[in-house]
């Protein structure tokens, strides 16, 4: 993963009022989101930002609101207090919506545990034999993998389709103008992140009853078990972003400025 200069990807929080605002007025316009958006883009998000936000990790909720600067979409990540308000800072880490530079390798590694029973009898003669298959189960909010790229790979196939759709409808009113992410499921703590990927994906959400989108985070370790000896490999992938519309929570119900 490329690393980058936290320095040259800090947004003064006038700019990110003015890129959030440059966002919302393309709603209604198919062909400037058309335009802004390419299926196959992704967010990254480099060791710097990590360290950043690990400032706020006593906190229970980030933000990850989208922008339009310097005519590319962003990311701009904000944590919020206990109440749901953006904590105030002069400014603000983002990353444009950019072309991978190599594959993306999504592991997903699962270990089970075999118990065999055998019984003998008084007579030591063998009476019974079985053997039964402990499944793990996570404690962790982990996306099944092919739940993952099925999401990305409709994304990238009907994304478009999403947005013109919304588009006609009430003027964009149903495009996000941000996602929730727990910032428990960020692992800042973990040492051996040194970054993540932000795919959109597209997933049909039951209570809503329509297709929404969403940020499937990608996060990369040190250190894991891999194929090829030294290689950066992939832990997890994580469905953690609820996006707002339709999901907004107090004090976002209006969904006016994130800024």
């Known amino acids: 993963m490329t690393t980058l200069n936290i320095v040259d990807y800090m947004l003064p929080v006038e ?13 209604s316009d198919f062909s400037k989101l058309q335009s802004l958006i390419p299926t196959n883009y992704v967010f990254n998000i480099s060791r710097e930002h990590l360290e950043w936000m690990k400032r706020f990790s006593d906190y229970k909720d980030f933000c990850s609101a989208i922008g339009v600067y310097k005519e590319r979409l962003i990311m701009i990540l904000y944590p919020m207090n206990d109440n749901g308000d953006k904590i105030e800072v002069n400014e603000y880490p983002y990353s444009f919506l950019t072309e991978l530079d ?22 030591l003669e063998s009476t019974e034999k079985n053997a039964n298959m402990g499944f793990p189960v996570s404690n962790t909010p982990i996306l099944e993998q092919d739940v993952a790229v099925a999401a990305i790979e409709r994304w990238r196939n009907e994304g478009m389709d999403w947005f013109y759709k919304e588009c006609g409808e009430n003027k964009g009113a149903g495009i ?10 960020l692992c800042l703590d973990d040492t051996g992140l040194t970054g993540i990927t932000c795919s959109f994906g597209l997933k049909y959400n039951d209570i809503y009853g329509k297709v929404l989108v969403t940020l499937i985070f990608i996060s990369f370790r040190e250190n894991l078990k891999n194929s090829e000896v030294g290689a950066e490999t992939i832990s997890n992938t994580y469905d953690w972003a609820k996006p707002c519309p339709p999901i907004c929570r107090i004090p976002d119900v209006d969904v006016g400025c994130e800024f």
């Open 15 to 27: 700019e990110c009022r003015a890129a959030s605002l440059e966002w919302k007025a393309r709603f």
């Open 102 to 123: 190599r594959d993306l390798r999504l592991q997903e590694i699962q270990e089970y545990t075999v118990v065999r029973n055998a019984v003998l009898s008084k007579d």
């Open 176 to 185: 996000f103008r941000k996602f929730y992410v727990p910032t428990a499921d």
